[in-house]
RNA sequence: GCCUCCGUGGCUUAGUGGCUAUAGCGGCGCUCUCGUAAAGCGCAGGUCGCGAGUUCAACUCUCGCCGGAGGCUCCA
């Protein structure tokens, strides 16, 4: 294929050798024409040439699979969808319908739709994929623009907030004309599967004092395969919700008596104290002090920590002998007052408390969503106490001990992002840039790739967040790593130098998993409920096959429950495929099944959740090798 | 908090302006004593989220509240 036929969209074709320049299409066809093929049909692929002409460079094929490929498809999807519910709400005025990660959506302001609507307009998009539609790009000036779209506010006010000297153009497809920039699919007969997922509402401008619109959200493909296959996936993360896998497998409960707070059933306790056992060693390994403070504390201290100030919004109040008390929503000013209560010299330095802390925060009813985001949540807090000369190498401890911890718990994907000095900020221009410099040294000292979120940082210091995705590709932050220049001026904090004098430490608060509740929630659905031996909170099931051999499968398990496995019998007067099938789906990571073979030999018969019939084995050699995926904290391997 | 949708035994779910409101799982009882993803029969269990209104009559229609899902916004 050393041929190349371009198909414009005025219906032109030309064809070209491979590895032309778009520099010498547009020669041979002339610039009006070149421009107006932004996403021309390459045989049968699209391909964008604006930009490439731009960069005089070789012809490139984009299809589906790269990142542009996808931004065309699902932003001609929108247009489309923005032409059916023009014709079925001719009043309705479209706003802005930009493409996203996997899908699209358009803000419309139009009445509140109703699922049957968005089996209507999903018909009439199927009409105008029919109709074969072209695409036509046109260049317009403002005035020719807003004249276009007279009858509707928010095109207009966002045609007059045009940048100056910017070309505005519209696209039009049939009777349907959107100002746009493009690029698009050259024929609506592009889009060859598509489904709208969901409606909901939104705010011009994403402000709430604004009118409500109507968001309808879409998702489309060049093939009916990818669609279906898009909407298996959306299956599997469904079956993965950890709000559906926390009811089904008995581990915690959300009730009406206490919007957004969990409750931790006894399968789920053991899951959350495991992960809290393992942290906590692993912080007194790290020579980390564990520390408890209140959850209730008076006006006077959040007063002074500033929260009082800045962050009433989220707190809950008591009184308490008519004085007014706040439940804490964040845990550093108790920690505060513990290193308060004594002096300190530079030689104690770096001090770093740790506090488990329960904080309680008043978050609007709306957000509230499973264990990823609740009005309680203890999260693994520490405070570092340093001088600046050590702030560099306990950023760099951080930081790995973070890293060794996700590695504990099997998340290989994340992001880290370094946010620096807002516009409103308190503390020296030297302390921030010396903390942003730590901050940013530490992570090249490591080699580790990060985001640079400049301005994004706390107004008391610079911050690293540490972000990992969840089985349904969202991010959610986890550890943070923040500097702090605020509390210690607040709270007079000092220590002793080696001169005599008093100095002022540097503060650092950090967490690992963040919330513990919400690093349970990413866990359940990263695992889909298979969790690693040592978190599961039934490890083994022993499965009997009749009444006679419950004694034998008793005796087993006060075996393996002397070296603390956590094991169960079901001696129930079952079948066995059902005790097994109920195994499974209860996630018990080993079924054992005894019978007459077991009981002579010594054995047990191991089948894994996944699945897996691993046949007999001595009981003390099962014995042995699960403790030691117990004590190796061994990931879960299909 | 705002917008849309939803709320029926422990769980999943059918259904209707009017007689005693489905069914499956689970639970309990009995029978079967069984070899790797659901044995059979029987029984119990619901003031249809809560409150008010419309109506001769409301689980069903309307409104308010509570709770949930998705989104806006916020965030660990």
Redesign the pocket.
């Known amino acids: 294929m050393n041929k190349i036929k371009i198909s414009f969209p005025d219906g032109s074709n030309k064809n070209y050798k491979k590895g032309i320049t778009p520099k010498e299409i547009v020669e041979s066809i002339g610039p009006g024409l070149a421009k107006a093929a932004i996403a021309a049909d390459v045989n049968g692929q699209l391909v964008e040439l604006t930009t490439l002409i731009n960069e005089n460079a070789k012809i490139e094929i984009i299809t589906f699979d790269t990142h542009k490929g996808q931004d065309i498809f699902h932003h001609s999807t929108a247009h489309i969808m923005a032409q059916a519910v023009k014709r079925i709400f001719p009043k309705a005025h479209l706003t802005i319908g930009p493409s996203i990660e996997g899908g699209f959506y358009y803000d419309i302001d139009v009445r509140?739709?109703?699922?049957e609507d968005l089996e209507k307009i999903e018909a009439e998009m199927q009409k105008i994929v029919d109709e074969d539609h072209e695409l036509i790009r046109k260049k317009v000036t403002k005035a020719q623009a807003k004249k276009l779209v007279k009858d509707n506010p928010y095109k207009i006010e966002m045609i007059e907030e045009f940048p100056k000297g910017e070309e505005i153009t519209y696209y039009q497809q049939g009777e349907f004309i959107d100002i746009c920039r493009g690029p698009h699919v050259p024929r609506t007969s592009s889009i060859q599967a598509f489904k709208l997922t969901?409606?909901?509402?939104?705010?011009w401008k994403?402000?709430?004092s604004k009118k409500?619109l109507?968001?309808i959200?879409g998702v489309s493909f060049p093939d009916k395969k990818m669609l279906r296959k898009h909407l298996q996936m959306i299956e599997e993360a469904e079956k993965r919700?950890h709000?559906?896998i926390g009811?089904?497998l008995d581990w915690f409960s959300?009730?009406?008596?206490g919007?957004?707070f969990p409750f931790w059933h006894d399968k789920g306790t053991i899951i959350w104290e495991e992960v809290y056992d393992y942290m906590k060693e692993m912080l007194r390994k790290k020579g980390y002090q564990l520390i408890k403070t209140p959850i209730i504390l008076n006006k006077d201290l959040w007063l002074r920590s500033g929260h009082w100030d800045h962050y009433k919004e989220?707190m809950y109040f008591t009184n308490i002998d008519e004085k007014e008390h706040a439940v804490k929503p964040m845990n550093c000013p108790g920690g505060l007052l513990v290193y308060k209560s004594n002096v300190h010299s530079y030689k104690e330095l770096p001090i770093k408390a740790g506090e488990f802390g329960l904080v309680h925060?008043h978050?609007?009813?709306?957000?509230?969503?499973?264990?990823?985001?609740?009005?309680c949540?203890t999260?693994d807090d520490a405070h570092v106490f340093c001088t600046e000369e050590q702030l560099e190498e306990e950023i760099i401890k951080l930081i790995n001990l973070t890293l060794e911890v996700y590695q504990t718990f099997g998340f290989k994907e994340f992001q880290i992002e370094l946010s620096t000095k807002p516009e409103k900020a308190m503390g020296s221009e030297k302390m921030w840039k010396h903390a942003e410099e730590s901050l940013k040294k530490s992570l090249e000292k490591l080699n580790i790739k990060y985001k640079l979120n400049p301005g994004d940082g706390a107004f008391y210091g610079p911050k690293i967040?540490f972000h990992i995705k969840d089985c349904m590709g969202r991010s959610?932050?986890?550890?943070?790593i923040q500097v702090d220049f605020s509390m210690p001026e607040r709270f007079d904090l000092t220590y002793e130098g080696n001169d005599g004098k008093k100095h002022r430490p540097v503060m650092l608060h950090r967490?690992v998993l963040?919330?513990l509740?919400?690093f349970l929630g990413i866990l359940i659905e990263h695992y889909g409920g298979k969790l690693p031996l040592w978190l599961s909170p039934e490890q083994a099931r022993i499965?009997?096959?009749?009444?006679?051999?419950v004694k034998y499968a008793e005796t087993m398990a006060e075996e393996m429950k002397e070296q603390h496995i956590r094991v169960e019998v079901d001696d129930?007067?079952?079948?066995?495929?059902?005790k097994?099938?109920?195994a499974?789906?209860s996630k018990v990571n080993y079924?054992l099944?005894?019978?007459?073979?077991?009981?002579k030999d010594k054995t047990v018969?191991v089948?894994t959740?996944y699945?897996k019939?691993l046949?007999?084995k001595k009981t003390s050699t099962f014995i042995k090798e699960i403790q030691k995926e117990i004590d190796e904290k061994t990931l879960p391997k299909e």
Not at 476 to 480: D, I, K, R, V
Request: glycine letters at 10%; a positive charge.
């Open positions: 509140p739709l109703k699922p969901k409606a909901s509402s939104s705010y994403g402000d709430s409500s109507q968001r959200y919700d709000r559906k009811k089904e959300f009730h009406k008596e919007a957004g989220n925060r978050e609007m009813s709306g957000v509230l969503a499973g264990l990823f985001r609740v009005r949540f999260q967040d959610w932050q986890c550890g943070t967490a963040g919330s509740e919400r499965i009997t096959v009749a009444d006679r051999f129930r007067a079952e079948s066995i495929g059902k097994i099938r109920e499974q789906l079924i099944v005894v019978g007459e073979k077991e009981e018969n089948r959740f699945n019939v046949g007999a």
